[in-house]
């Protein structure tokens, strides 16, 4: 039997091992940047005629960087658009005539949404619409267009 | 007529085991310890069935590291998305693999150990000893053993993690020449905190409860022979695994399965 002393700083080791795992995990492995950075920012909601593979919780970027996430996903039934609602960091300031485009990462890449920054003055605010959008690039469309551009 | 019977008995011995096991879980999780020394007896439980349990889970967390590393490296070549790995690495040891092969581990190290340990006791009349002195059993030997599993199986997992994400960044960075900024970025781009690292200790702790359970009921039931300790042993790893590997689809399909 092992004594007291040593039972008890073995399993301190262990309990340390077991804390040491979980910070690395919680910062290096999943970065943990979507846990904080849902408690303060704001919203935008922008329509886009098709959005193509994009999913909830897909990046937002500015320059490539990411900004924010898309929280939610619906159909608007009179137009018959895609309602898209970004959620974007608070420390973000962007104009308010600024774009927003569904991209692809890579050529089977996850679908993101990028937004290019406009001139105005005046910059976007929680509840605001984006007016500029750009759908997905929807590869048989394009090869579609493509087919019947060279027939002519 | 008789087979109908016989189906009959078998599923109402099921059930009164399977009723029996859970008041058994109930009076020993829940029932209050009476003894001033519960630290002293939850922390020598820690020590044998966490700390001797490191040096697998240390092991075999590393060697699966590697190997997911590798031949996810030769599967991802072949498409050109040898950056994808770091992504591939962390997700399947998060959500499945550490979880699974920690529990089956873990179920294969301490649980037969528990079961032989407390089925010796039974055998050697060591329980009824206590019994007699007025000691409950189900609190003085299986409460510290089933809370100890309990809570060491998913700091184990975590550690097999850690350790198995190392292992797979030695091979895909150090050896196999993939970016460390990809490796990293694409990983972190890809694993969720509360969707995949907090469902995978969801699991472990399930599987912890499951196996330690398991593992004690094993060894308080088994009947009382040289040869009842070492089929309860038995029964002690064969259930587990299957128990874990069945959980681990229900789980998975209740957690991921709706995307």
């Known amino acids: 039997m092992l004594n007291r002393r040593m039972i008890e700083v073995t399993v301190g080791f262990l309990m340390l091992l077991g804390i040491v795992s979980f910070v690395v995990l919680a910062f290096q492995v999943s970065g943990l940047r979507t846990v904080y950075s849902s408690e303060k920012g704001y919203q935008v909601t922008a329509y886009f005629d098709n959005i193509g593979g994009l999913k909830t919780k897909a990046r937002v970027t500015v320059a490539g960087v990411s900004v924010g996430k898309v929280m939610s996903i619906q159909l608007d039934p009179k137009t018959y658009q895609a309602k898209v609602v970004l959620f974007l960091d608070s420390d973000l300031v962007v104009p308010d005539d600024s774009a927003a485009s569904i991209l692809t990462a890579g050529l089977l890449g996850d679908n993101y949404i990028s937004l290019e920054p406009g001139a105005e003055e005046t910059s976007l605010k929680n509840g605001d619409i984006i007016q500029e959008t750009h759908s997905a690039m929807i590869l048989e469309r394009l090869i579609g267009q493509f087919l019947f551009n060279k027939d002519k | ?259």
């Open chain 2, 1 to 259: 007529m008789n087979a109908i019977q016989s189906l009959g008995r078998a599923t109402l011995n099921w059930l009164e085991t399977f009723g029996y096991s859970t008041l058994f879980l109930f009076a020993s999780m829940f029932g209050r310890p009476r003894f001033k020394n519960v630290w002293t007896l939850l922390s020598t439980q820690f020590y044998s069935v966490g700390v001797l349990s490191l040096v697998i889970i240390l092991c075999s967390g590393f060697f699966v590291g590697m190997v997911l590393g590798l031949q996810g490296y030769t599967t991802l070549t072949k498409f050109g998305a040898s950056q994808a790995i770091g992504q591939l690495v962390a997700l399947s040891l998060v959500r499945e693999l550490g979880p699974v092969v920690g529990a089956l581990l873990f179920a294969g190290r301490a649980g037969s150990a528990l079961t032989a340990e407390i089925a010796l006791m039974k055998t050697t009349e060591q329980l009824d000893s206590l019994r007699m002195l007025g000691v409950d059993p189900l609190r003085r030997v299986i409460a510290p053993r089933l809370w100890a599993g309990f809570i060491i199986l998913p700091i184990l997992v975590l550690i097999f993690n850690a350790v198995a994400i190392f292992g797979g960044y030695l091979v895909a960075v150090e050896w196999l020449n993939v970016d460390a900024g990809a490796f990293w970025g694409n990983m972190q781009a890809s694993v969720d905190f509360s969707d995949d690292i907090v469902n995978g200790i969801i699991k472990s702790i399930v599987f912890g409860l499951l196996v330690t359970w398991i593992a004690v009921f094993q060894g308080y039931t088994a009947v009382p022979t040289a040869e009842g300790i070492g089929f309860a042993t038995t029964r002690t790893v064969v259930y587990s695994s299957l128990v874990i590997l069945g959980a681990d689809f229900v789980l998975t399909a209740v957690m991921f399965g709706g995307v």
